[in-house]
């Protein structure tokens, strides 16, 4: 008996096991996977388990989802902790295809890279309140296959996402284009736990569809750039998302920059604005000559954490309040790293666009690049007096 007939045979073993076990299907939940997932790969994958396709919140696919009782389709939005929770309620295993939907915000000021990061950690930790078994990785290819100087930024980016979900602590396999699939039935990269049966055959299967795809689609982790299907957008139109990344000085976290931001900010700003604390949870930004606050933040403590401290922007006269989007500031310290993601979420203007655009806009592109230059003096300055070796994020950010 040959290497691959032992495999199909250690595969069906595994299958009759867990159905005499559990007497359910497994259910797999895939992510940034929808613009494969045309009604004959649907039913390929749904020979063995049940799925769920998760859409990108802001969207409403026209699919084929419909056709197949096996299927689910799940709006979810991989910038937001408790969509992504919601989406994922209910599977035993997930396949993440990397880069999955990315921001359809009508202003985005932010890298691939910083959002591909977000969403790997925003999806890993919603994996892990959902009990999540075991979490299929689709990629490109390793970094030692590329040549020296031509692996791109988006191949690093993919790279990180995938540090990012194996530092969830769940079990993580990630199967890259071109690998075999005998590999596939193998062991995770990560852990010594063996790959379900059913979840090797739906990641095999969605790999070789996305290597096979149409041209203008891509392989994970390229950044080519895909044409999706035909969607209606659904969130307001004048929505922001803007995300910027710094280093965290010593061994502070991203809890302490927030606090120390806002510290910061009124500092800096002192001529023009104050910033007012209620002692709780509440912060105004106040202009100094008036009692009017131009911007609110609201800190969220049940959402955050030392590692993700999150502020509902509630007011002021420079924000559009709308109860279907739920504008914030996040900060978000990557895992493993002392690198700092400050992002701003589904931010609504008061502003005419136009004005908004060339004048706030710009002000806090300006406002986040002064802030980052402080961190990165203030984390020189520590490792001076330490003697030691400066992270790499010092150096090349």
């Known amino acids: 008996m040959n290497s691959a007939e032992r495999t199909d045979n250690k595969i069906s073993r595994i299958r009759r096991e867990h159905r005499a076990g559990t007497g359910r299907r497994p259910v797999i939940a895939l992510a940034g996977a929808e613009r494969y997932t045309?009604?004959?790969?649907?039913?390929?994958?749904?020979?063995?388990c049940d799925l769920i396709v998760l859409a990108d919140n802001g969207d409403v696919y026209q699919d084929q989802t419909n056709l197949c009782p096996q299927v689910q389709q799940r709006p979810c939005d991989l910038f937001s902790l408790p969509s992504a929770t919601a989406a994922l309620q209910g599977a035993d295993y997930a396949i993440y295809l990397v880069p999955p939907v990315m921001s359809q915000a009508r202003l985005t000021q932010a890298s691939f890279a910083d959002m591909a990061a977000i969403q790997a950690d925003i999806f890993a930790r919603a994996a892990c309140i959902n009990g999540i078994r075991h979490i299929v990785c689709l990629s490109g290819p390793a970094s030692r296959n590329i040549p020296p100087g031509q692996c791109s930024r988006h191949l690093h980016s993919s790279l990180e996402a995938e540090q990012i979900l194996r530092s969830c602590g769940l079990p993580v396999t990630v199967l890259r284009t071109g690998q075999s699939s005998s590999r596939m039935a193998g062991r995770s990269e990560n852990t010594a736990i063996p790959v379900p049966?059913?979840?090797?055959?739906?990641?095999?299967?969605?790999?070789?569809?996305?290597?096979?795809?149409?041209?203008?689609?891509?392989?994970?982790?390229?950044?080519?750039?895909?044409?999706?299907?035909?969607?209606?957008?659904?969130?307001?139109?004048?929505?922001?998302?803007?995300?910027q990344r710094v280093v965290l000085p010593g061994n502070t976290d991203a809890g302490w920059a927030a606090r120390y931001y806002l510290e910061w900010l009124g500092s800096i700003l002192k001529p023009l604005v104050?910033?007012?604390?209620?002692?709780?949870?509440?912060?105004?930004?106040?202009?100094?000559?008036?009692?009017?606050?131009?911007?609110?933040?609201?800190?969220?403590p049940e959402r955050s954490s030392a590692a993700s401290s999150i502020y509902r922007i509630s007011g002021g006269v420079l924000t559009k309040q709308d109860k279907s989007c739920l504008s914030r500031l996040e900060f978000l310290q990557i895992p493993g790293s002392r690198e700092c993601l400050?992002?701003?979420?589904?931010?609504?203007?008061?502003?005419?666009?136009?004005?908004?655009?060339?004048?706030?806009?710009?002000?806090?592109?300006?406002?986040?690049?002064?802030?980052?230059?402080?961190?990165?003096?203030?984390?020189?300055?520590?490792?001076?007096?330490?003697?030691?070796s400066q992270p790499s994020g010092i150096r090349d950010i």
């Open 342 to 388: 400050i992002a701003i979420h589904d931010y609504l203007p008061s502003l005419p666009w136009f004005l908004y655009k060339h004048t706030q806009a710009r002000v806090h592109l300006l406002v986040m690049a002064a802030f980052r230059r402080h961190l990165l003096r203030m984390s020189k300055r520590i490792y001076d007096v330490c003697g030691g």
């Open 274 to 300: 104050r910033i007012d604390h209620d002692g709780g949870n509440r912060y105004r930004v106040c202009l100094r000559a008036s009692r009017c606050a131009i911007l609110e933040l609201t800190y969220l």
């Open 38 to 48: 045309d009604h004959n790969l649907l039913a390929l994958l749904t020979e063995h």
């Open 197 to 243: 049966a059913e979840l090797a055959g739906a990641g095999m299967t969605l790999l070789a569809a996305v290597e096979a795809g149409p041209r203008n689609d891509t392989h994970p982790g390229t950044g080519t750039a895909v044409q999706p299907p035909s969607r209606k957008k659904t969130k307001p139109a004048s929505d922001v998302r803007s995300v």
